[in-house]
């Protein structure tokens, strides 16, 4: 059957790029380019979409292997700055997880329940080339007789490092508000009482899976901006829930897809993967992820010609719903509203404040179309297909 008009493959793009006639434009400009020449003429001119989000996102970490000990040592317990990791694998193998606490953390013993330092810090630390204090502990067996090993470790040293992350870059997510009568302390940072204000997360028209909503074109084995390096999605993330109410162009209207994500750490940058303390919440780790998006026909153009105010998300009370499990909607809002500063609610107007920084997923998008361009980042084939790509069929 022949193909249909304006319609490519990824191998032809990246024949393109390899000539150096691809033509890459970001999440932002494309809305603009759909809206004056249709999809249809959009996805003959244009071959990537890149898109970028720089936001906490709590379900991340690391595997680490620390090296071998003299004598050698099966390590049952470990902490890397007082932070613990997860030991319960090979013998110098954890993983070291973003949101665990420092077991000493000074800001815990004044204000318990908040911490200051985490594994997302030591995450950061390591990246920034700084020394770790590793402490392990064994029970000694026969062929690991060392029970303690304390040393202090850099990035450089270490025999492997790859960052894994089991849920980022989620499709959409609540703007919360608190209507309790006092302050609340959250992941989605701190929240007045009675709607003071109002926070919302994700980088609307630049955001991953906002422009492929689908997830027509990624899936195993999708090569993405990750940490300032390159590296792959291996998966859907775990909470990943395609099948939820959707609006327009096919843009869900809760939170539904994730990604689980991979890369050499060592690779990385430390300005797109920093540690982070939410006050009252805890520890976390802010991700850069960009997923180029390639035009291979018109309804993906046509997704990826999606803008902030034709995205929509649902207000939902932190001080009282979120915390007995509900996710009760008080209303929706676009994106575009979000990010005009306030909204209004309850014949009020809320300031609204942004987890994601657009600016430096901007220049995330940016930096991702630049490495295309450049001939110095080729798209990659997914080899399987992510649950949800099926409703595209439903449309």
Request: proline letters at 7%; glycine letters at 10%; aromatic letters at 8%.
């Amino acid at each position: 059957m022949p193909r249909k008009k304006g319609a490519k493959t990824i191998q032809e793009i990246n024949e393109r790029i390899r000539a150096g006639k691809v033509v890459v434009v970001t999440a932002e400009e494309m809305p603009e380019i759909v809206r004056k020449k249709g999809p249809a003429a959009a996805a003959q001119e244009i071959d990537v979409v890149t898109t970028g989000t720089f936001s906490p996102m709590c379900s991340s970490g690391a595997f680490l292997n620390f090296g071998h000990a003299k004598p050698a040592i099966k390590a049952s317990r470990v902490f890397l700055n007082g932070v613990p990791a997860y030991a319960g694998l090979a013998a110098v193998d954890v993983y070291l997880g973003a949101t665990e606490p420092a077991q000493d953390d000074p800001l815990n013993r004044v204000h318990p329940g908040q911490f200051k330092y985490g594994g997302g810090h030591v995450i950061h630390d390591l990246l920034a080339g700084k020394q770790i204090r590793l402490r392990a502990y064994g029970y000694g067996t026969d062929c690991y007789p060392n029970r303690e090993l304390k040393k202090k470790i850099t990035l450089a040293e270490l025999p492997f490092a790859n960052l894994l992350n089991p849920r980022n870059a989620y499709q959409n997510y609540n703007c919360a508000i608190n209507l309790s009568k006092k302050t609340i302390y959250t992941y989605m940072g701190i929240l007045k009482p009675h709607a003071g204000n109002a926070n919302y997360a994700t980088s609307g028209q630049l955001s991953p899976l906002l422009n492929d909503p689908y997830y027509l074109t990624m899936g195993l084995g999708t090569r993405i901006f990750l940490g300032g390096a390159m590296g792959y999605i291996i998966g859907p993330g775990t909470q990943h829930k395609p099948d939820v109410k959707r609006g327009n162009n096919g843009v869900p209207l809760t939170p539904s897809g994730t990604l689980m994500v991979t890369g050499d750490l060592k690779k990385m940058d430390p300005k797109w993967v920093v540690g982070v303390s939410l006050l009252g919440y805890g520890c976390s780790l802010a991700m850069g992820i960009g997923v180029p998006i390639p035009i291979l026909n018109e309804e993906i153009a046509r997704f990826t010609g999606v803008s902030d105010d034709e995205i929509f998300t649902q207000i939902i009370d932190y001080g009282n719903d979120y915390p007995k499990g509900e996710a009760t909607s008080l209303g929706q809002v676009s994106y575009a509203e979000l990010k005009s500063g306030t909204i209004r609610f309850n014949g009020q107007e809320v300031p609204t404040v942004p987890i994601t920084s657009y600016t430096r997923s901007r220049e995330i998008a940016a930096l991702l179309k630049e490495w295309i361009e450049k001939g110095k980042f080729y798209l990659t084939q997914p080899q399987d297909k992510f649950p949800g790509t099926e409703l595209f069929a439903l449309e």
